[in-house]
C-alpha cells in the first residue's frame, strides 16, 4: 500500500512538473506567430494609432516627457510605432530596468521631439535672427536669436506646382484686381532688369494679405499676450483661408520699437524678395546665408508676389506701425486728417478730401516720434493697406455699442426697481424672440446679466462675441452665407450712412436732455471707421475681403500651441516649438489634393 501510494504520489508530481514545460511550449508558439505576423508593427491600424499618438505632443496636448514614457512602454510590450524616439531606445541596455529606460528616454524628449518634427517637415527650414528682447525681471535689452518661417521661401516652392500661380490670382477687373495692378506698377518702377536676366515685368504678381494680433497665453492676457504675425492669400480659392505663421513674440519679451523694427526688417527683406521675383543673395543683415540657403541665391522664382492687405485691429495698428491712438490732438485716423472733436461732422466727400498720403502719413509718425515700419518702405505699400476691420469696427464695435444702448433703455422699462430683477425678465423675453425667430444656439447670448448690458461707470455696451451681436435672423447658416455672396455695395452704403447718422442723432438728443449725461449714445470713433469702411465698399470691396473672422480663428490656434507646460522659458526656443508645432500639423499646401478634395464626387454607375 504505502509503496502503491509513493507511485501514484510520483506520478502526479511529475504530472505537474510537466505543466510549466507545456505553458513554455504554447509561449514559443505565440513568439513564433507574433515574430511572424507583420501586421504587429507595419499595420493601417497601428500606424494610425501612432499617428495620434504624435498628434498629442504636436498639437500641444501632452508634455514631451509624457509621450517619450507612452512610446517606451509601446515598445516593451512590442509594438512598432515608429516614433521620435526609436533610436533612442534600441540602444537601450536589455538588463537595464524599466524605470530607469524610461527615464532616460523622457530625459531629453524634448529635443528629441525638436529634430524629429525638423526632419519630417514639408517647410522650409526655419530661419533664426537676432532680435533685441528683453529679460521679464531684470528688464535688460539682449540679442537675442528668434526664428521665422520665411514666405518667400514656401511661396517659391509652392508656385512650383502646376497651376498655382494661376489659382492665386484675381479677376482683373476686381477691386483686389485692380488694387493689385497699382501694386505691381510700383515694383515696375522701382526696379530694372538687370542686363542679361529675365525681365520681371513678364512674370505674373500675385496679392498676399498679412495679419498682426496678440492672443491671451497662459491665461493672462495683461502680463502674457502673445503678437503673432500670419501670411495668407487672398485670391485663392483653395487656400484663401488658410493663415501661414511668420513669427510670434510674447509681448512680455518685446523691447518696444526696437523688437518691433527688428521683426519687421526680417519680414521686409523676405518680402523684397518676393516682390523681385530672385531669392535672396544675403541675408537681411547684410551677413552670409548657411550653405543651403546659398545655393538658391539669386535665382528666379516663377512667380512674384506682393503685399496687399494689412489687417489687423486699431490697437495692433498702434503698436506695430505707430497709428494714433483715438484721442490723440494732433490726428486720430491713419487714412485720413480726422481729429477728436471733428470726426462727428465729417462726410464721405470730407474724409477723401482730407486724405492722408503715405509721406504724410510717414512725416506724422517722425513728428510724434514714433518708428517708421521698414514694410512702408516695400513699394505699394502704405497706410492705405491697412484695412478697418469689420469684426472690430462694426460686430464687437459700433454693433455691440447700439446694442448695449438699445438694451439699457429696454432695462429701464421693466416693471422692477431693482437692477438685478429687471435683467432676467429682459432675458426671457429675449430667449422668446430666439426661439420664435429660429436662431440657432451657436448664435444665441448665452446670458444676460445687467453688468453685460452695462458696466459701473462706462458706457451701455454689450458684452458679447461678434457672432452673438450680429444675431442673424436666420437659422441656417447655408442661407446666411449665400445672402453674404449677394454684395449690394449701395445698398450697404445706404443702409451704413443711416446707421452713423441716427446714432449721431440720438446722442444729440441725449445731450439735448441732459447735458451732463456723458454716457447714453455716446459716439465712439470707430464709427469714423465705419465710415471709412462704406468708403471702401463704394468702391465695390466686399468687407469680407479683408474682415479679421479666419485671423482670429488662426490667433485661437496658436493660443493653444503656445501654451507651456513648464520648463525653461526662452522667447526664442519657445516660438520655434510653435513654428515646428504648426508645421507638422499642417503640410505645406498641395493644390492637387485640395482641388481633388472639392470636387464633387460623380454617383457610380
Not at 293 to 315: F, I, K, N, T, Y
Not at 317 to 329: A, Y
Not at 532 to 548: C, I, Q, S, T, V
Not at 568 to 573: D, E, K, M, N, T
Request: charged share 25%.
Amino acid at each position: 500500500m504505502a509503496k502503491r501510494s509513493l507511485q501514484k504520489a510520483s506520478a502526479a508530481s511529475s504530472s505537474k512538473k510537466q505543466k510549466p514545460a507545456k505553458a513554455d511550449s504554447s509561449s514559443s508558439c505565440c513568439e513564433e506567430r507574433i515574430l511572424s505576423e507583420p501586421a504587429k508593427g507595419e499595420g493601417p491600424e497601428l500606424q494610425a494609432f501612432a499617428k495620434e499618438l504624435k498628434g498629442l505632443y504636436t498639437s500641444n496636448a501632452v508634455t514631451a516627457s509624457k509621450t517619450a514614457t507612452v512610446f517606451k512602454k509601446a515598445h516593451l510590450a512590442g509594438l512598432k510605432l515608429n516614433s521620435p524616439f526609436d533610436s533612442s531606445l534600441k540602444l537601450q541596455q536589455p538588463a537595464q530596468g524599466e524605470a530607469s529606460a524610461t527615464a532616460s528616454v523622457a530625459k531629453n524628449a524634448a529635443r528629441t521631439w525638436q529634430r524629429w518634427m525638423r526632419k519630417h517637415s514639408s517647410w522650409p527650414e526655419l530661419y533664426w535672427a537676432a532680435v533685441p528682447l528683453k529679460h521679464p525681471r531684470t528688464k535688460e535689452v539682449v540679442q537675442q536669436q528668434v526664428p521665422f518661417l520665411l514666405p518667400h521661401e514656401w511661396l517659391a516652392d509652392y508656385f512650383l506646382q502646376p497651376g498655382a500661380v494661376e489659382e492665386a490670382l484675381p479677376a482683373q477687373n476686381s477691386p483686389l484686381g485692380q488694387e493689385l495692378q497699382r501694386v505691381k506698377e510700383a515694383w515696375d518702377i522701382k526696379r530694372e532688369p538687370e542686363e542679361g536676366s529675365e525681365p520681371e515685368q513678364g512674370r505674373p504678381m500675385v496679392p498676399l494679405g498679412m495679419h498682426g494680433d496678440g492672443v491671451p497665453v497662459q491665461g493672462r492676457m495683461n502680463q502674457s499676450t502673445c503678437d503673432f504675425i500670419t501670411i495668407n492669400l487672398p485670391a485663392s480659392n483653395a487656400f484663401q483661408a488658410k493663415r501661414v505663421p511668420i513669427t510670434c513674440v510674447e509681448s512680455r519679451f518685446v523691447a518696444g520699437a526696437g523688437t518691433i523694427e527688428a521683426v519687421q526688417q526680417v519680414i521686409a527683406w523676405s518680402l523684397q524678395s518676393l516682390g523681385e521675383g530672385r531669392y535672396p543673395g544675403c541675408r537681411h543683415d547684410g551677413g552670409s546665408l548657411d550653405k543651403a540657403r546659398q545655393a538658391l541665391a539669386g535665382r528666379p522664382m516663377a512667380a512674384r508676389a506682393a503685399l496687399v492687405q494689412l489687417r489687423g485691429d486699431w490697437d495692433w495698428n498702434c503698436k506695430w506701425f505707430g497709428t494714433p491712438q483715438w484721442n490723440e490732438g494732433s490726428g486720430m485716423c491713419w487714412l485720413c486728417k480726422a481729429k477728436p472733436e471733428e470726426w462727428r461732422g465729417m462726410s464721405a466727400e470730407d474724409r477723401t478730401g482730407r486724405s492722408l498720403n503715405k509721406a504724410e502719413f510717414c512725416e506724422s509718425l517722425r513728428a510724434r516720434k514714433k518708428h517708421v515700419s521698414p514694410l512702408l518702405g516695400l513699394p505699394g505699400v502704405c497706410n492705405k493697406k491697412m484695412k478697418p476691420d469689420w469684426m472690430h469696427v462694426v460686430d464687437e464695435g459700433c454693433g455691440g455699442h447700439a446694442a448695449g444702448q438699445v438694451l439699457y433703455e429696454l432695462l429701464q422699462r421693466c416693471p422692477d426697481r431693482d437692477v438685478d430683477k429687471k435683467a432676467p425678465k429682459l432675458w426671457e423675453e429675449i430667449q422668446s424672440l430666439y426661439k420664435a425667430k429660429g436662431i440657432p444656439a451657436c448664435r444665441r447670448l448665452p446670458k444676460l446679466t445687467a453688468k453685460d448690458i452695462v458696466k459701473p461707470g462706462k458706457a451701455p455696451e454689450l458684452s458679447a462675441k461678434a457672432a452673438e451681436t450680429r444675431q442673424p435672423p436666420r437659422p441656417s447658416r447655408a442661407q446666411m452665407y449665400g445672402h453674404m455672396e449677394d454684395f449690394d455695395s449701395k445698398k450697404l452704403q445706404k443702409a451704413g450712412e443711416k446707421f452713423i447718422s441716427q446714432y449721431l442723432a440720438l446722442e444729440a438728443e441725449a445731450q439735448h436732455l441732459n447735458p451732463d449725461d456723458s454716457q447714453t449714445w455716446r459716439a465712439k470713433p470707430k464709427l469714423h471707421l465705419l465710415g471709412h469702411l462704406l468708403d471702401e465698399a463704394r468702391k465695390g470691396m466686399h468687407p469680407k475681403g479683408f474682415w479679421n473672422y479666419g485671423d482670429e480663428t488662426e490667433g485661437y490656434t496658436f493660443q493653444k500651441l503656445f501654451f507651456r507646460q513648464g520648463g525653461h522659458r526662452a522667447a526664442g526656443l519657445q516660438t520655434g516649438k510653435v513654428l515646428l508645432r504648426w508645421a507638422h500639423e499642417e503640410p505645406l499646401f498641395s493644390l492637387k489634393e485640395q482641388l481633388a478634395q472639392s470636387r464633387p464626387q460623380l454617383p457610380k454607375s
